[in-house]
């Protein structure tokens, strides 16, 4: 029986179910958490057949003991994952340190954590990226914003989410920006205009996708964090082509296999100097773990699916056991922002959308900073029906 040890399997709350399809498959799961274990949900504890509570996942010596005692305990552990952005890098040390050389190590943090380093892999990949520059002198920011002109964007070089992302419009931005940052070391780059899209796919070892999809944010990210705003994207009904070379070329330029991938570009709204034309398809950057969220319900949704399972097949087989060849929707995400004046409320929209409904509920504090505070999720076959959703769950007095 091979051993998994899935890092922090309560978080987010859906991920018992990645645990349940790999007892399935045979595999002995191993869990690694803060959660108190009667905390856990009964389904994840059902499908652990150990869990192994530490005081703080942040705390080195504690999750490493915990691995060193599953070891010993259970024998060489084949496999060890989060599936959460958070958690990548020690993911990756405790896989170096116990030489689990199922999944990515420590020395290819660099390039898939800071975006910086992710844009040499992009050119590999023959996909355009935005200029660019590190922010440690002042004058050298300066001088690199006033050559591509305002606005640019800030951001921690490796962050997570839009955290600490800022669109500088003037010099008087930037000095307030230099005067208050943190110690992070921060990438400048060109501001684009587009829209974001994604290729996300469970990739097998060889480094093929097994399954894919995509989603669209027709909003920035940073825009919602910033200003406190509601949330909004979904998951789309057919993955566009070039989206999808442009996905496939990219995981076999960064050397992924065996795992989820979330690969973000800009999609050109408008033509734009130094980029592109219209409708051109610019590299944002790289995440090796699913969309965070409510996404991995919403693959389920859209693709009538079970990404799940499929993912606990390609670590168990290296293979996708279930038909794909299912109906394909659109997947709408809507987070309602607490506190604003919405025209239609709750059940007016259960009245109105009740039948496209599959989600419904509030949204853990640890997420509302990106996807604001109550959610719905909803299906729809046309595009033309999903804008309207949004439209009318967004309509503010």
């Known amino acids: 029986m091979k051993n998994f040890i899935f890092l ?133 920011a300066k001088a690199f914003a006033h050559m591509v002109g305002y606005p640019v964007v800030v951001k921690p070089d490796n962050g997570v989410g839009a955290n600490n992302t800022y669109k500088l419009k003037s010099d008087a931005d930037l000095d307030y920006f230099y005067a208050t940052k943190d110690d992070n070391i921060y990438i400048m780059e060109e501001f684009v205009k587009g829209e974001v899209r994604t290729y996300d796919a469970i990739i097998d070892a060889n480094g093929d996708p097994i399954f894919e999809t995509g989603n669209v944010t027709p909003q920035s990210l940073m825009d919602v964090v910033n200003t406190n705003d509601n949330s909004c994207y979904y998951i789309v009904k057919e993955l566009p082509e070039n989206m999808r070379d442009f996905g496939r070329r990219t995981v076999k330029a960064f050397g992924v296999k065996s795992r989820f991938v979330h690969l973000e570009f800009f999609v050109l709204q408008e033509d734009q100097d130094g980029l592109g034309k219209k409708g051109d398809i610019i590299g944002l950057e790289v995440n090796m773990r699913p969309s965070g969220g409510y996404s991995p319900d919403m693959y389920n949704f859209a693709n009538e699916c079970d990404v799940y399972k499929i993912w606990a097949d390609m670590i168990a087989f290296n293979r996708n056991t279930i038909p794909l060849d299912r109906p394909h929707h659109f997947c709408a995400f809507c987070g309602r922002r607490d506190g604003k004046p919405f025209k239609m409320d709750h059940e007016a929209i259960m009245a109105r959308y009740g039948a496209n409904m599959k989600m419904v509920g509030r949204v853990p504090e640890a997420l509302s900073g990106a996807m604001a505070n109550q959610m719905y999720i909803a299906n729809f076959d046309s595009e033309e029906e999903m804008q309207q959703y949004f439209k009318d769950l967004l309509e503010e007095i």
């Not at 890098?89 to 116990?98: H, N, Q, V």
């Not at 990949?125 to 050298?140: D, F, I, K, M, S």
């Open 8 to 140: 922090s399997p309560n978080f987010p709350d859906s991920y018992w179910m990645f645990c349940n399809e790999l007892k399935k498959n045979g595999m002995r799961v191993l869990g690694i958490g803060d959660c108190p274990y009667d905390e856990l949900r009964p389904e994840l504890r059902e499908a652990l057949h150990e869990y192994y509570k530490v005081s703080s996942l942040e705390n080195w010596d504690e999750v490493y003991r915990a691995v060193a005692f599953l070891t010993f305990k259970y024998g060489k552990i084949d496999w060890l994952e989060s599936n959460n952005e958070y958690w990548l890098e020690r993911d990756a040390a405790l896989r170096t340190e116990f030489n689990i050389t199922t999944g990515q190590q420590t020395a290819d943090m660099a390039r898939i954590k800071h975006k910086s380093a992710m844009k040499e892999y992009y050119a590999k990949a023959g996909v355009p990226t935005c200029r660019y520059h590190l922010c440690y002198g002042y004058e050298e």
